[in-house]
């Protein structure tokens, strides 16, 4: 019995190298998550779609929820597709080509299909624009074969800019962005609604439900996800304050670090909180 667990063990830990090995052979780095928001997806890759095979993951989002690069590199317009709508291709700086497909074409909150292809419609930068990692780039939507469905961006990823490979072990590791990265040098800072898991010294921690955060006025709901804050300033909180309390907290400016942006441990300061 010791011997077949001991197999056993081997061989899933020679599965995980083996895995680990493909990941660093096929050139695609850690990822940000494309899309900021409430997000549901699948593995959808290579299911039937008519004649062809879906090549992409389809992650479902509010329309016109940011599309965010990520990675930094480089942003192509493809506005000439009747089947993609309005896309863009990411040039990543690793090598890696990203495609972001079905963006956004509608003026108004409903699918009226008037807007075109163009920066503030599909786009949220311009043709040829070098963006950050986090950056927003897009806008989710359902342009090209997508009319009429739920919104969403059909999201690809091809290393070294070859055939599409699955997203999703990709996807399932990517770090998830609070808040869009704000402009290079600029600072941002989120009002935080949730209950206290924790109050100890120097650092709160809050089971956040929802978020605003600003300049960009991005709104979030159904966080569902622990941040905890550093305390520079004890008077800034009340005591006997419990666990399971629901507060509402605000942050100091913050500089739009991959840390600070995804609600790393201890990357955002308390400000206030009520």
Known sequence: MRRMSLLLAVAIGACACAAGVHAARSGVPPLIFPVVGTVAYQDDFGDPRGALRHEGNDLLADKRAPAVAVEAGTVKYWTTSASAGCMLYLYGASGTMYEYID??????????????????????????????????????????????????????????????????????????????????????????????????????????????????????????????????????????????????????PAPGTLDAITGAPGALTLDKFR
Do not use: M
């Not at 949220?124 to 780039?137: C, K, L, M, S, W």
């Not at 699955?166 to 996807?171: E, N």
């Open 103 to 252: 963006l956004n074409n509608d003026l108004t909150a409903v699918n009226d299909n008037k807007g075109t292809c163009v920066k503030g419609t599909a786009y949220a930068v311009a043709d040829g624009a070098h963006v950050d990692a986090g950056q927003q780039i897009g806008y989710v939507g359902d342009s090209g074969d997508a009319n009429g469905i739920h919104p969403h961006l059909h999201f690809e990823v091809h290393p070294k800019g070859r055939a599409a490979t699955d997203p999703f072990p990709f996807l399932n590791k990517a770090a998830h962005l609070l808040v869009v990265a704000p402009p290079a040098g600029s600072t941002f800072t989120l009002k935080l609604t949730g209950t206290l898991v924790a109050l100890d010294t120097g650092e709160l921690t809050l089971n956040v439900q929802s978020l605003a955060a600003w300049p960009s006025h991005l709104k979030q709901v159904k966080v569902n996800r622990p941040i905890s804050l550093t305390v520079s300033d004890p008077t800034a909180v009340a005591t006997g304050l419990l666990p399971g309390t629901k507060i509402t907290v605000w942050t100091l």
